[in-house]
């Protein structure tokens, strides 16, 4: 059972960037594919990038494409989501999700068996 803990975010002006890192600790990383998901209050929880777990496809929510990256490093055991020209929009509670062996990797939360704790990013106008 792998644990995932997040580390990252927190309170940047519009346009500046962020870093999420997601950490996990058990054995097997490798064969996971990863996502990243936010939820703002009020509303569900919503995709925002995913990358499979042989790094071999990544995808993104129309509303980040361009400006967020994902990427993973499997020697680490850690996946990150590299976030550049921040808008208020991005304001949100997000979340890492694991699921194992998905080489297409899916877009909707009830598709993801792990789930890392949440961090807050919270971008200011």
């Known amino acids: 059972q792998e644990d995932l803990v997040q580390s990252g975010g927190g309170l940047v002006q519009a346009g500046g960037s962020l870093r999420l890192s997601c950490a996990a600790s058990?054995?097997?990383?490798?064969?996971?594919?990863m996502a990243w998901f936010r939820q703002a209050p009020g509303k569900e929880r919503e995709f925002v990038a995913a990358?499979?777990?042989?790094?071999?496809?990544?995808s993104y929510s129309t509303s980040v494409k361009g400006r967020f990256t994902v990427s993973r490093d499997n020697a680490k055991n850690a996946v990150y989501l590299q976030m550049n020209s921040l808008k208020p929009e991005d304001t949100a509670a997000y979340y890492c999700?694991?699921?194992?062996?998905?080489?297409?990797?899916?877009?909707?939360?009830?598709?993801?068996?792990?789930w890392g704790q949440g961090t807050q990013v919270t971008v200011s106008s």
């Open positions: 990358i499979s777990w042989r790094s071999t496809s990544t």
């Open positions: 058990g054995r097997t990383f490798q064969a996971l594919t």
């Open positions: 999700a694991g699921k194992l062996l998905m080489l297409v990797p899916p877009t909707a939360p009830g598709e993801y068996d792990l």
